[in-house]
C-alpha cells in the first residue's frame, strides 16, 4: 500500500502570502496560518515552532476554513501528514511546515477546490 506522500496529487499550486486558513486544534484556534501550497487534497502550512509540538503527525484538524476570497469557505476536516523541520530547544519565531491532508470535504467545496486548481494549473502552463 502506498502511504499519503506517494499517492498527493502532484496538481500543488505554489501561492503567496495572500493564502492562509484558520483551523481548531486541541481546543486551541489557529487564525491566518500561512499556506505555501495547496492541491484538491491538502495544502502545506507554516506554524510557529513554539507551536510544533500539538501538530504532531495525525492531529485533526477541525473547521479548517481556507481563507482566501477564491476558495470556498465550507469547513473542512484535514489531519496532519508530516511535519518538517522544528527542534525542542527551537528559537519560537522559526517556522515549522505542516503537511496537511483534507479528509471531509463538502461535495460542492471539493469540485470547487479542484475547479480552482485546475484554473491556476492552466494558467501557469
Avoid at 25 to 50: E, M, W
Amino acid at each position: 500500500m502506498s502511504t499519503y506522500a506517494d499517492r498527493r496529487d502532484t496538481r500543488r499550486i505554489i501561492v503567496g502570502p495572500e493564502f492562509s486558513i484558520s483551523f481548531m486544534l486541541k481546543g486551541h484556534a489557529y487564525q491566518d496560518v500561512r499556506i505555501t501550497n495547496i492541491s484538491p487534497g491538502g495544502c502545506f502550512a507554516l506554524v510557529g515552532a513554539r507551536d510544533a509540538r500539538l501538530f504532531e503527525r495525525g492531529a485533526v484538524l477541525e473547521n479548517l476554513v481556507l481563507t482566501h476570497p477564491e476558495l470556498p469557505k465550507a469547513p473542512i476536516i484535514a489531519v496532519v501528514s508530516y511535519v518538517l523541520g522544528g527542534r525542542p530547544a527551537a528559537d519560537p519565531m522559526e517556522m515549522v511546515g505542516i503537511g496537511i491532508q483534507f479528509l471531509g470535504v463538502e461535495d460542492a467545496a471539493q469540485e470547487a477546490i479542484n475547479t480552482w486548481v485546475d484554473a491556476a494549473t492552466a494558467s501557469q502552463q
